[in-house]
T-cell receptor, first 117, second 112 residues
Framework: GAGVSQTPSNKVTEKGKYVELRCDPISGHTALYWYRQSLGQGPEFLIYFQGTGAADDSGLPNDRFFAVRPEGSVSTLKIQRTERGDSAVYLC???????????????FGPGTRLTVL | DQQVKQNSPSLSVQEGRISILNCDYTNSMFDYFLWYKKYPAEGPTFLISISSIKDKNEDGRFTVFLNKSAKHLSLHIVPSQPGDSAVYFCAASGAGSYQLTFGKGTKLSVIP
């Protein structure tokens, strides 16, 4: 079946601009996660959705970052007034249920590489 | 403050030999550990996991060992194949937490 898809695969923008990154999770997965991977680092957690609601947004670095999942499927990560430090690969993952522990296998998309000039 | 550490940025192994990738963690609340494999321009792919109630989990050529007292886990790949060349990430989660905490990764190169 289809995996997690993310669009665009690459996004180049100028400092101060607004960007939206989209994630289509695996069909039927209720849990969705966003991570950010900077060069030379592992993925870092940003936000977790269970259904339509953001159950944990503790990883969002500041209020320029916002994410939505209005119908409990597709999610959009929105970044306002982009800064050069926002340049990274943004990864989306989904899992069948938002349970911790043994059920927490997350399936990742290919990511969106964001470059802020 | 890195809670999951992979201290070897890279590792080279001859084809057919064993690859051993190491991971240390500091957070005693972690109770589930995963290894992901990542090829360039792709997202991480789940490889194998282990719960803290076990000390070993095996899946084909891949075995993960967990030493809770040392807060250490390792991934063994036997025999190593050129197609195993990738970046391997160790990740952990804790009871009640949905987020995964990743290490920085180890780049494995399997030489034919």
């Amino acid at each position: 079946g289809a995996g997690v898809s993310q669009t665009p695969s690459n996004k180049v923008t100028e400092k101060g601009k607004y960007v939206e990154l989209r994630c289509d999770p695996i069909s039927g997965h209720t849990a969705l996660y966003w991570y950010r991977q900077s060069l030379g680092q592992g993925p870092e957690f940003l936000i977790y959705f269970q259904g339509t609601g953001a159950a944990d947004d503790s990883g969002l670095p500041n209020d320029r970052f916002f994410a939505v999942r209005p119908e409990g499927s597709v999610s959009t990560l929105k970044i306002q007034r982009t800064e050069r430090g926002d340049s990274a690969v943004y990864l989306c993952a989904s899992s069948p249920q938002g349970a911790s522990g043994i059920y927490n296998e997350q399936f990742f998309g290919p990511g969106t590489r964001l470059t802020v000039l | 403050d890195q809670q999951v550490k992979q201290n070897s940025p890279s590792l080279s192994v001859q084809e057919g030999r064993i690859s051993i990738l190491n991971c240390d963690y500091t957070n005693s609340m972690f109770d589930y550990f995963l290894w992901y494999k990542k090829y360039p321009a792709e997202g991480p792919t789940f490889l194998i996991s282990i719960s803290s109630i076990k000390d070993k989990n095996e899946d084909g050529r891949f075995t993960v060992f967990l030493n809770k007292s040392a807060k250490h886990l390792s991934l063994h790949i036997v025999p190593s194949q050129p197609g195993d060349s990738a970046v391997y990430f160790c990740a952990a989660s804790g009871a009640g937490s949905y987020q995964l905490t990743f290490g920085k990764g180890t780049k494995l190169s399997v030489i034919p």
